[in-house]
DNA sequence: GTCTATACGGGGATAGAC
DNA sequence: GTCTATCCCCGTATAGAC
């Protein structure tokens, strides 16, 4: 990986999560990461190429955090961190996590990404395990309003810039469950 | 109202709709509404007036929806209310609807427009009213939850395509409260 | 009110020099 | 590996005839 690869990708992130796929065109991406329009072509083929490549960086960096908390032994504090991973997601790697919201509007590019990710598969398995050691009764479906959930609280988080009332809405969810 | 800017409304709703704002070119609405493209800029000026002719029109066709919410008494069916809602709007104004989740991730379109639009501002005014007849301890915080809760619900039921998970969430939903 | 023709810029992508 | 120059299409928008 040379150094303007890497600066193309690191630069395709950012305008991807920020401002959509659709409207980030690889001319702005090439001027902001101070390489040739063509360069971009060279190396990932054409812009879904592009794209393709940022995503998998996006699993890469993803993996670690899912791992720490299927490390978790606690059933009940493994649901807290499910909870808490959106918020420091959007701490710590607020670009790979935006784009996964934000690539779901994007007409052009393929949909189903984030479902079919591994990461996102592994995070739904360990908290369908969860509620079944805490005894739920449908496990399955408290999961699925749990995504619903923070599904809504990562659209909050990235289109709401009031960071008082996302914190205070996070310890709302927490102190649910 | 001429028939033609009535049929360029309708086609631009449901292009904006479906495919975005961004994604959708004024040649396509031209081409689907069977009239030349000069037509839509005669009538709307231009692409953000067409479409902030299309969302007038949306909010025009929301209201009495929020109408009949009000009008009921009891506030736990008025909680439920507002929960089958985004259900029935999905069912009977489908294209409303959506644009109202697509148009937030459309980055060339002024953002806040859900957030200020009046029926909206109503709606979470009823809600939390409500949480308070009902004693609930802290009113405005789980009026924020139940609109994550939507929020996170309405994209699900635009993005995947499965009836019976959907009405399945809905009903799990209503079961909370 | 409506259409046709056209202007102009920017989009993704390629060729070829270095 | 990288840059410059260039291609062609499609985007929004306008002018002017009917």
Same mark, same amino acid.
């Given at each position: 990986m040379t150094e303007k690869k890497e600066l193309i990708l690191e630069t395709a992130?950012?305008?991807?999560?920020?401002?959509?796929?659709?409207?980030?065109?690889?001319?702005?991406i090439a001027r902001e990461a101070g390489v040739s329009e063509g360069l971009i072509f060279r190396h990932f083929l054409n812009k879904e190429g592009l794209m393709d490549a940022v995503l998998d960086l996006c699993e890469v960096r993803m993996n670690p955090h899912i791992e720490a908390i299927a490390e978790e032994i606690d059933p009940r504090k493994r649901i807290q961190k499910i909870i808490d991973l959106t918020y420091t997601l959007y701490q710590?790697?607020?670009?790979?996590?935006?784009?996964?919201?934000?690539?779901?509007?994007?007409?052009?590019?393929?949909?189903?990404?984030?479902?079919?990710?591994?990461?996102?598969? /592994?995070?739904?398995?360990?908290?369908?395990?969860?509620?079944?050691?805490? /005894?739920?009764?449908?496990?399955e479906k408290e999961l699925a309003l749990l995504s619903l959930l923070m599904e809504g609280f990562g659209t909050m988080m990235i289109k709401t810039s009031d960071p008082t009332s996302i914190e205070s809405s996070l310890e709302f969810i927490k102190s649910k469950y």
């Open positions: 992130l950012r305008l991807f999560a920020d401002e959509g796929f659709d409207t980030t065109s690889t001319s702005k710590e790697e607020r670009e790979f996590w935006q784009l996964q919201f934000t690539i779901k509007w994007q007409s052009s590019y393929k949909q189903d990404h984030k479902k079919n990710a591994p990461y996102y598969q /592994k995070l739904m398995k360990i908290g369908v395990d969860s509620f079944r050691e805490l /005894k739920y009764y449908e496990p």
